[in-house]
């Protein structure tokens, strides 16, 4: 990696994603917010996690969870003030942590009031800040509008909801004729607009940005041209006047956002099928479709499921990034079933982190992931999550019928929370040297302490073959090495690898594994990191 490629503090963070209603809950209202996110910074840090992802947190009437934002200079009520966003940078970074925000960049809310504006019969300064035909019956193409619920005469195209209107950010090229170029005045107002909220939140401390669907921002039959010369535009800004700014894509095609002018993008289960197959592909754990039915993820003890597609996909992605942006690895997110789905062991779930976080890129941990908390199914749809929602209820703190979230009533609360009385907690884990919360503490710190295990170390894979166990990688800087084998399946297995054993000692291991010679031999469900 150049040496300029990201902010130094990057290479080597462990981020730790937060969906703030559901996280701890100070004053009673059923609803988490900021005061208790920074009532929970030393735990985080604890973790071994120094940087927040903080999902949105501005104000929005939550036909989205936020994600339709309605003012994106003031942190929504129901979180706290921007007094208390400002409290958590300074205190974050008082433990020498960071704080990354969402930037919902492609649309706003209907309520905003440039929306409000846009919409309306009177000419307004705000007419072509979002996409609009000229008339109600004007041909739209392919692209998706609504129609009929605005005083002005034509359709407005979505970004995503029907009530999260496209900001114009221009066209490339225009080619009907109510489209705008991205160089137009109007279209460029928008783009400086955008440029305008984040120098408010990096004024204010905030660390960076991860910027909710980055490649939809630019439309046209050659917006992808168009959305890489707009991020490079931003990225040439924060380089000269907020240098240790990260940029985070959810673009999840790392070969395009990296060289879009992004710092990060995330490996995720979009873009490509490979990690859905790696961690996801029982059908129950599918929230996007798009794999065979009877499909099993690699991470399942039959044995059967595959790496290999994930590995490939990595590798390509790989030469394309290693030395100008990193790649998110993330145990999960608000948008995902949770990976203790299907009632995996703490085993398998120690061994699919000590997988996933000895990648290449920058770990992202979900709040609640360290515990190993499960999917709560059958919960409906909240504030647009749908089948979301088994996956962002109230972090389970104690294994009181509340969980330690809030002081509410249960059935007041954001979604329900676990009502199992050996529910999976903060507080039982503590003290257990053996469970997950521990282990998560202790392989950061291997992380830390490895700089083979650093963000940016070198990577190659040594052995994986489809639907067949193990799958083998390696770590490098140098003549330096760190070799990685995991076994999922019930069944030992046994390979041999293009390096020696030689001067390579165990750092982490689970179950029965050995390395000698050429033949790395690993018994059922274990998994070792050996190191030169």
Same mark, same amino acid.
């Given at each position: 990696?150049?040496?300029?490629?990201?902010?130094?503090?990057?290479?080597?963070?462990?981020?730790?994603?937060?969906?703030?209603?559901?996280?701890?809950?100070?004053?009673?209202?059923?609803?988490?917010?900021?005061?208790?996110?920074?009532?929970?910074?030393?735990?985080?840090?604890?973790?071994?996690?120094?940087?927040?992802?903080?999902?949105?947190?501005?104000?929005?009437?939550?036909?989205?969870?936020?994600?339709?934002?309605?003012?994106?200079?003031?942190?929504?009520?129901?979180?706290?003030?921007?007094?208390?966003?400002?409290?958590?940078?300074?205190?974050?970074?008082?433990?020498?942590?960071?704080?990354?925000?969402?930037?919902?960049?492609?649309?706003?809310?209907?309520?905003?009031?440039?929306?409000?504006?846009?919409?309306?019969?009177?000419?307004?300064?705000?007419?072509?800040?979002?996409?609009?035909?000229?008339?109600?019956?004007?041909?739209?193409?392919?692209?998706?509008?609504?129609?009929?619920?605005?005083?002005?005469?034509?359709?407005?195209?979505?970004?995503?909801?029907?009530?999260?209107?496209?900001?114009?950010?221009?066209?490339?090229?225009?080619?009907?004729?109510?489209?705008?170029?991205?160089?137009?005045?109007?279209?460029?107002?928008?783009?400086?607009?955008?440029?305008?909220?984040?120098?408010?939140?990096?004024?204010?401390?905030?660390?960076?940005?991860?910027?909710?669907?980055?490649?939809?921002?630019?439309?046209?039959?050659?917006?992808? /041209?168009?959305?890489?010369? #707009?991020?490079?535009?931003? +990225? !040439?800004?924060?380089?000269?006047?907020?240098?240790? $700014?990260? =940029?985070?894509?959810?673009?999840?095609?790392?070969?395009?956002?990296?060289?879009?002018?992004?710092?990060?993008?995330?490996?995720?289960?979009?873009?490509?099928?490979?990690?859905?197959?790696?961690?996801?592909?029982?059908?129950?754990?599918?929230?996007?479709?798009?794999?065979?039915?009877?499909?099993?993820?690699?991470?399942?003890?039959?044995?059967?499921?595959?790496?290999?597609?994930?590995?490939?996909?990595?590798?390509?992605?790989?030469?394309?990034?290693?030395?100008?942006?990193?790649?998110?690895?993330?145990?999960?997110? /608000?948008?995902?079933?949770? #990976?203790?789905?299907?009632? +995996? !062991?703490?085993?398998?779930?120690?061994?699919?982190? $000590?997988? =996933?976080?000895?990648?290449?890129?920058?770990?992202?941990?979900?709040?609640?992931?360290?515990?190993?908390?499960?999917?709560?199914?059958?919960?409906?749809?909240?504030?647009?999550?749908?089948?979301?929602?088994?996956?962002?209820?109230?972090?389970?703190?104690?294994?009181?019928?509340?969980?330690?979230?809030?002081?509410?009533?249960?059935?007041?609360?954001?979604?329900?929370?676990?009502?199992?009385?050996?529910?999976?907690?903060?507080?039982?884990?503590?003290?257990?040297?053996?469970?997950?919360?521990?282990?998560?503490?202790?392989?950061?710190?291997?992380?830390?302490?490895?700089?083979?295990? !650093?963000?940016?170390?070198?990577?190659?894979?040594?052995?994986?073959?489809?639907?067949?166990?193990?799958?083998?990688?390696?770590?490098?800087?140098?003549?330096?090495?760190?070799?990685?084998?995991?076994?999922?399946?019930?069944?030992?297995?046994?390979?041999?690898?293009?390096?020696?054993?030689?001067?390579?000692?165990?750092?982490?291991?689970?179950?029965?594994?050995?390395?000698?010679?050429?033949?790395?031999?690993?018994?059922?469900?274990?998994?070792?990191?050996?190191?030169?």
């Amino acid at each position: 990696m150049s040496s300029n490629a990201v902010p130094q503090w990057v290479k080597n963070a462990v981020f730790y994603e937060i969906y703030p209603q559901s996280f701890c809950d100070t004053n009673g209202d059923g609803i988490g917010d900021i005061p208790g996110i920074i009532s929970k910074l030393d735990y985080i840090k604890s973790l071994g996690c120094d940087a927040v992802w903080l999902n949105p947190c501005f104000e929005s009437p939550f036909q989205d969870a936020g994600y339709d934002v309605a003012d994106f200079y003031k942190v929504a009520p129901r979180y706290g003030s921007n007094d208390d966003l400002k409290n958590l940078f300074a205190e974050a970074h008082k433990r020498g942590m960071k704080v990354v925000l969402d930037l919902v960049a492609g649309h706003t809310s209907m309520e905003h009031p440039f929306f409000k504006a846009s919409a309306s019969k009177e000419k307004t300064p705000y007419d072509n800040y979002f996409v609009w035909t000229r008339g109600w019956n004007e041909d739209t193409g392919n692209y998706r509008f609504i129609s009929g619920l605005a005083e002005r005469d034509g359709y407005f195209m979505i970004n995503f909801f029907a009530c999260q209107p496209a900001l114009n950010y221009g066209f490339c090229p225009a080619e009907y004729p109510w489209q705008l170029d991205m160089d137009h005045p109007d279209a460029v107002a928008v783009q400086n607009e955008l440029q305008n909220v984040m120098k408010f939140y990096l004024d204010m401390g905030c660390d960076g940005f991860r910027v909710d669907m980055a490649s939809s921002l630019i439309k046209g039959s050659n917006a992808e /041209h168009g959305i890489k010369l #707009l991020w490079k535009r931003y +990225r !040439s800004w924060l380089d000269e006047n907020y240098p240790q $700014a990260v =940029l985070i894509a959810e673009w999840c095609r790392p070969a395009k956002a990296i060289p879009a002018g992004f710092h990060i993008d995330f490996k995720a289960h979009f873009g490509e099928p490979g990690y859905s197959m790696l961690t996801r592909a029982e059908k129950e754990l599918i929230s996007n479709g798009g794999l065979p039915d009877g499909l099993v993820s690699f991470f399942h003890e039959s044995g059967k499921g595959d790496a290999k597609t994930f590995l490939d996909e990595l590798s390509a992605e790989y030469d394309v990034i290693k030395n100008d942006g990193l790649f998110g690895i993330i145990s999960g997110n /608000h948008d995902m079933g949770r #990976l203790r789905g299907n009632g +995996r !062991s703490d085993e398998m779930m120690k061994m699919m982190y $000590a997988f =996933l976080f000895s990648l290449p890129g920058v770990p992202f941990l979900y709040y609640g992931d360290e515990i190993g908390m499960d999917n709560i199914l059958g919960l409906g749809n909240k504030e647009g999550s749908y089948n979301r929602s088994a996956a962002r209820t109230p972090m389970q703190w104690d294994a009181t019928e509340k969980a330690g979230f809030s002081t509410a009533d249960v059935e007041s609360f954001y979604l329900p929370v676990d009502g199992s009385k050996d529910k999976y907690n903060v507080a039982s884990q503590e003290n257990d040297s053996s469970s997950l919360l521990n282990f998560v503490r202790s392989f950061f710190f291997l992380k830390r302490s490895c700089k083979l295990l !650093s963000n940016d170390a070198s990577f190659r894979v040594l052995y994986c073959e489809s639907n067949r166990v193990p799958a083998i990688f390696e770590r490098s800087i140098g003549n330096e090495k760190l070799i990685v084998a995991v076994n999922p399946s019930n069944q030992d297995c046994q390979t041999d690898i293009d390096v020696d054993s030689d001067g390579f000692t165990a750092v982490l291991e689970q179950g029965k594994t050995s390395f000698s010679g050429k033949t790395i031999s690993l018994g059922a469900c274990s998994f070792a990191l050996w190191k030169k």
